[in-house]
């Protein structure tokens, strides 16, 4: 199941990923998966790096700028080895 966690899932969920957009109030800080769209106004995935998720994915942000936004996050994801590279497929599917 996948969350932006500001709800408390139900029980027996076999894999929790959790989305989370900054700023928001996330109540969800343990799972399988955090997945963060990079970069966001305002937003530093450090800050999420003490939650309890087994993996930590990045994903550029779509729009005018992903070029720009697909180097930063691959930038980041080097500098920063927790963090795991990750694509919005939907996105390259052209699924909305």
């Not at 928001?24 to 999420?48: H, I, M, N, R, W």
């Not at 980041?76 to 927790?82: A, S």
Request: hydrophobic content about 35%.
């Amino acid at each position: 199941m996948e969350t932006n966690g500001t709800r408390v899932p139900p029980p027996g969920i076999d894999w929790l990923c959790v989305s989370p957009k900054i700023g928001s109030d996330v109540v969800v800080t343990s799972g399988d998966e955090l997945k963060l769209v990079y970069p966001q106004l305002g937003g530093d995935p450090g800050q999420f790096e003490d939650l309890d998720f087994q993996f930590f994915r990045l994903q550029p942000m779509d729009g005018p700028d992903v070029e720009a936004n697909t180097r930063a996050t691959v930038d980041y994801c080097m500098k920063n080895p927790r963090w795991i590279l990750s694509l919005q497929t939907h996105k390259y599917l052209g699924i909305q």
